[in-house]
């Protein structure tokens, strides 16, 4: 898939426009990039079945870009990429884990320091070089160090939401092949974690040596790292490592559950057959003659353990194990009784399709009802709506409400939360808005009183009704800023505040282990795919699987109410 390719590039050339203090570019390539990215057709097919004029039909696409495309197809190269590159040649995608350091400062470090990458970045830095430069300071550089010592702790791992799709291909492909009877991916992937280091699959097959055969030379494979009978690993395109093993059928639960893990929930488990004089590996529970007593089925595992099956998603060593022992485990919620989409943008302010756009493609993914929740305020850079507009979008939606069947569309909007807890937006219009969702969206670096008391004043607002994205934190970007939380979760109880769990890849916020310390309060829930494109709106699945490892139940999450339920 060309897609990555080019969304790296033009996400590279946007940065080093503005380098270049280009006006326009750097938005519209960033913007390009993001929807090229979640794309499902390959932008190589649309170049071969319609050309130019096909890719520059792709919403956010301009001539330009589609040149640039075919230049891709056509020659492996970007010409003007190329050029761009030579001028300040300087390895971007290192440099992406450094929080608060924009292109131009980056061209600032090569030009005076010769920093080149994050190595040199960190060397400059713990020289104290990096200070004595024109507008960084001492504050900038130990930032710096920070953030390096933050992705160093990420490093080579994936966002699920990046790899999901490319996941779940290989498993279909696989599972259809030749000689395969079964194909799973297990472990943190079928757990759910919100990052990924590697793939762990898992067949059955009849042919083994075909399935493997198959493995090592799928197209994206860019390297075969090992090659055997019933094990094989291979390093996609996009730079993470996979591997195959074909274990017999009456061994497939006993891998299953073993490559699922976690690791400290099987060594729990392990502990358990321990105690009752079994052995438990990869290959099935045996007895003390070594008799196998399970393997064939996860289920028949746990069973003869003395254990409720579970869910993947609830398998981290985190209290789950006791539970299921008792017989206790909670019911969480299941993928389709999420029946809504509680925070996404449309052309009224930064997003990329318009209302009825994002509504029908919510519809097709089976959806009951949406909120559209532009930004409204004075959010500048995200086009915020003013008044009219917000008059304007209303009855647009109430005309689309009358047109759509099977679809009701919300009226709502994400407002910025001020640094003392006030928002931008007069009461009146607050009022009439169906759901109101207040989100800090800038001053992250606060005192931590300061920043629970900002919190606090927004969640006793009474026309808030959710806080979007309430840590702040971007995975392999930014920690979260610093509050207290279950001073936090006090308050929403006795406001009835709802807190987000946003679902957009890099956010997954409130992550699992917040997600179960809210419902342990009794703060409830709302998921928010935070979509600025209609591509985006498959992502409600990746905030269901943090829900679920966070030991949400039906009750706790908003959206699996119906539309009237909600209202009230
Ligand atoms: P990752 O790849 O870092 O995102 O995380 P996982 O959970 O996929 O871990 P990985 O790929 O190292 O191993 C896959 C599964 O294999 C893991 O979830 C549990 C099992 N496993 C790996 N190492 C051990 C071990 O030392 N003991 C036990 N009991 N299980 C292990
Ligand atoms: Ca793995
Ligand atoms: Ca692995
Ligand atoms: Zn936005």
Request: net charge positive.
């Amino acid at each position: 898939m060309l897609n990555f390719k080019i969304a790296k590039i033009f996400s590279e050339m946007a940065e080093y426009y503005t380098m270049k203090g280009d006006q326009f570019r750097p938005r519209a390539y960033e913007k390009a990039a993001r929807l090229i990215e979640s794309m499902d057709e390959d932008l190589e097919d649309i170049y071969k079945k319609s050309g130019v004029k096909g890719l520059m039909a792709i919403e956010g696409v301009g001539r330009g870009m589609a040149e640039h495309i075919e230049e891709f197809v056509k020659t492996g190269k970007i010409k003007v990429f190329e050029k761009l590159k030579k001028e300040a040649p300087l390895d971007l995608e290192s440099f992406s884990a450094v929080e608060g350091v924009g292109p131009k400062m980056l061209l600032a470090l090569y030009k005076n320091l010769g920093v080149k990458n994050i190595r040199d970045l960190e060397k400059a830095a713990r020289k104290g070089k990096v200070r004595t430069l024109p507008r960084f300071g001492e504050k900038t550089e130990e930032n710096i160090l920070r953030s390096i010592e933050m992705s160093r702790e990420h490093r080579g791992r994936f966002l699920l939401g990046f790899v999901s799709p490319i996941i779940s291909k290989i498993e279909k492909d696989l599972a259809s092949s030749a000689g395969v009877q079964k194909v799973l991916a297990c472990g943190s992937f079928r757990r759910r974690q919100e990052t990924i280091g590697d793939i762990d699959l898992l067949a059955e097959a009849k042919d083994s040596r075909a399935a493997m055969e198959y493995f090592v030379s799928m197209p994206n494979v860019e390297k075969v790292l090992a090659h055997g009978e019933t094990k094989s690993a291979v390093r996609l395109d996009i730079g993470i490592d996979a591997d195959l093993r074909v274990v017999p059928e009456k061994s497939f639960g006993a891998a299953l559950q073993y490559f699922t893990g976690s690791k400290d929930h099987n060594i729990e488990l392990r502990k358990i057959a321990i105690k009752k004089g079994w052995k438990l590996n990869e290959y099935g529970l045996f007895d003390k003659n070594n008799r196998q007593i399970a393997g064939r089925t996860e289920e028949e595992i746990y069973k003869k353990l003395g254990l409720d099956w579970m869910p993947p998603e609830m398998r981290e060593n985190r209290g789950e194990i006791e539970l299921a022992q008792k017989h206790k485990l909670p019911k969480i919620v299941e993928y389709g009784e999420v029946i809504s989409d509680l925070q996404m943008h449309t052309t009224y302010s930064d997003g990329a399709h318009t209302i009825e756009e994002m509504a029908r493609e919510a519809q097709r993914l089976g959806r009951k009802y949406i909120a559209i929740t532009d930004h409204v305020g004075h959010l500048k850079i995200a086009g915020a709506m003013d008044v009219a507009t917000i008059e304007r979008q209303w009855r647009e939606i109430e005309k689309l409400n009358k047109k759509l069947k099977n679809i009701k569309i919300l009226k709502g909007c994400e407002v910025d939360i001020n640094p003392d807890g006030t928002i931008a937006l007069e009461d009146k219009y607050l009022a009439k808005f169906d759901v109101v969702i207040g989100a800090i969206h800038s001053n992250f670096k606060m005192e931590k009183n300061e920043m629970t008391k900002r919190l606090i004043r927004v969640i006793e607002n009474s026309h808030i009704d959710i806080i979007s994205h309430p840590t702040g934190r971007i995975i392999h970007r930014r920690a979260g800023y610093e509050f207290d939380f279950e001073a936090i979760c006090r308050a929403c109880v006795k406001s009835k505040t709802i807190l987000e769990i946003n679902t957009y890849p890099d956010r997954l916020d409130l992550n699992d282990v917040n997600i179960r310390r809210a419902i342990e309060y009794g703060v409830k829930l709302s998921l928010g795919t935070d979509a600025h494109s209609k591509n985006q709106l498959h992502y409600l699945e990746l905030g269901i699987a943090q829900a679920r490892r966070g030991f949400a139940t039906k009750k706790d999450i908003l959206n699996c109410l119906e539309v009237e339920e909600l209202l009230k």
